[in-house]
């Protein structure tokens, strides 16, 4: 399968700054997902990272909150923006090729005072 | 549209005990159902995969059978470890469709 980096691995910001967060793949990959996960809770789908075109975001998560890029089949960057303690979460990249399975990043777990 | 429902937790078992974590879901068609484990400070591992009724995965212990008539994928390990302490998500996709379904997961301690 292939190998997921993510970075950083953690954060702690400031209110009102943006961090943006790193997905880099071994190899080509079809899809490009990203995810929340909030503490104690399972995992959300913020988008679908689209190469080369803008990403298509899940119900309540919006582009200027949440930018997303993927210049290419193996990278991928979402910024969180305008940061507020409520975005305090672990933040998951996730890739898939074909049918098989998905396969998720180690996450970056970010706290926001 | 599609759901997962899983086994609320948390589970607390001794080492050595058999493990049950429940799973059900709805979906239209025939979906492909997974189960992921994430350890502490760590993302998800897929853990085991089934994409046909009827199909078994298993993996490091664990199985989990795909049962079409009861609309399941039950998680089972006969013995469990110390080392198998981690939340555990029961997932689902759809046929055609890109996305993953999740369950609320269940958090799993063994205590030695």
């Known amino acids: 399968s292939a190998v997921i980096s993510q970075k950083p691995s953690r954060d702690i910001c400031q209110r009102g700054t943006s961090l943006t967060i790193q997905c880099q793949v071994d190899?080509?990959?079809?899809?490009m997902f990203w995810y929340r996960q909030q503490p104690g809770q399972s995992l959300t789908l913020i988008a679908t990272a689209n190469q080369g075109s803008e990403a298509t975001y899940e119900s309540g998560f919006v582009i200027d909150k949440f930018p997303i890029s993927r210049p290419n089949l193996t990278f991928s960057t979402l910024t969180v923006s305008n940061m507020s303690p409520e975005d305090s979460s672990i933040y998951l990249c996730?890739?898939?090729?074909?049918?098989?399975?998905?396969?998720f990043g180690d996450g970056t777990r970010l706290s926001i005072l | 549209g599609d759901s997962v429902t899983q086994m609320e937790g948390p589970v607390t078992l001794s080492e050595e005990a058999f493990l049950t974590i429940n799973c059900t879901y709805t979906?239209?068609?025939?979906?492909?159902l997974f189960w992921y484990v994430q350890y502490p400070g760590e993302g998800l591992q897929l853990l085991l995969k089934a994409t046909k009724a009827d199909d078994k995965g298993s993996n490091k212990g664990f199985e989990a059978t795909y049962r079409k008539e009861t609309t399941s994928f039950h998680l089972e390990k006969g013995s469990v470890q110390v080392s198998d302490s981690a939340v555990y998500f029961c997932a689902l996709r759809g046929f055609g469709n890109e996305k993953l379904t999740f369950g609320t997961g269940t958090r799993l301690t063994i205590i030695p």
């Open positions: 996730s890739v898939r090729t074909g049918n098989q399975p998905q396969h």
């Open positions: 190899s080509q990959v079809t899809m």
């Open positions: 979906a239209t068609g025939y979906p492909s």
